[in-house]
């Protein structure tokens, strides 16, 4: 299942304007249950983490997160990067026509190779782990990036059907993955050897989480992959679709989470 097409003609349809742009933005925090998990952390770590702080958006795609914190926090200055050289470009001219390029910088780059030291307070990356096979030495790059009491945060999918992949024949609904996904104790191994001391992994999209995410993206990039023409039947699926997604990633958010498909790790240096 390709997902790159489809985040390229959404990418072309809503960087035409400003308010299209910023309208991407506010669907995909509706949408995307791990939004709402990470923009929680972003609310409760915020006050421990210093006002003017350096922060590195570690495989920024269209930018949401970069948004959502220069809104959150006005005096943080940060850099986002992501090896794809189109977004980067579409990302740095909205910055630029916000008026916030001054506080938020994109850059192509390829995040095995980031050799910056005691530079970040705050690392934050979103659906990136599952996408390189160097994720040792990424986290050694990580940890040496931030500064000391730095914060490191990941999500990304779990082995317990992530990737949409529930045993061994089966392949992942991702094409784009590399690993179908961390357990817990496998993820909190490798930040502990990268150096990170405090580790702390809970499970997001259980039973209510995994549910949306099949209503709300499985079956919806399912339509696309078959044909465009269902990007005009989408608004009317969602009519349906979403009020029962929203009310089951109320669920996911607020209920401790015995096991499910996603991962949400905090590091600390």
């Known amino acids: 299942m390709q997902y790159e097409s489809i985040k390229k003609v959404l990418g072309e349809f809503f960087t035409k304007s400003l308010f299209l742009r910023k309208t991407l933005y506010f669907l995909l925090d509706l949408i995307l249950l791990r939004a709402w998990h990470v923009y ?11 006002e003017n702080a350096h922060v590195l958006d570690a495989g920024s795609g269209f930018g949401q997160y970069s948004w959502r914190m220069s809104r959150l926090h006005k005096g943080w200055k940060i850099k986002a990067v992501d090896i794809n050289n189109e977004q980067i ?12 390029s001054e506080r938020v910088i994109f850059e192509k780059g390829d995040l095995t190779a980031l050799s910056e030291n005691d530079t970040y307070d705050f690392i934050i990356s979103v659906d990136v782990m599952e996408h390189i096979r160097e994720d040792e030495l990424l986290f050694s790059n990580f940890f040496k990036a931030l500064k000391l009491n ?27 993955h590399v690993r179908d996904g961390y357990g817990k104790e496998e993820i909190t191994a490798k930040l502990k050897a990268a150096g990170f ?50 009310f089951l990633n109320i669920i996911d958010l607020n209920f401790r989470n015995k096991t499910g498909t996603g991962l949400l790790v905090i590091a600390e240096k």
């Open 89 to 100: 470009k579409d990302c740095n001219e909205f910055f630029k026509r916000t008026g916030r």
């Open 40 to 50: 929680r952390v972003l609310r409760k770590t915020g006050p421990r983490i210093s």
């Open 150 to 176: 730095g914060i490191l945060l990941i999500s990304t999918p779990s082995d317990k059907g992530g990737s949409d992949v529930h045993n061994e024949k089966e392949n992942s609904f991702i094409d784009e």
């Open 197 to 246: 001391n405090r580790v702390t992994v809970k499970y997001t999209y259980g039973k209510a989480g995994s549910i949306s995410w099949v209503l709300s993206m499985k079956y919806p990039v399912k339509m696309v992959n078959k044909s465009y023409l269902f990007f005009l039947i989408l608004p009317f699926y969602y009519l349906f679709a979403f009020p029962v997604s929203f």
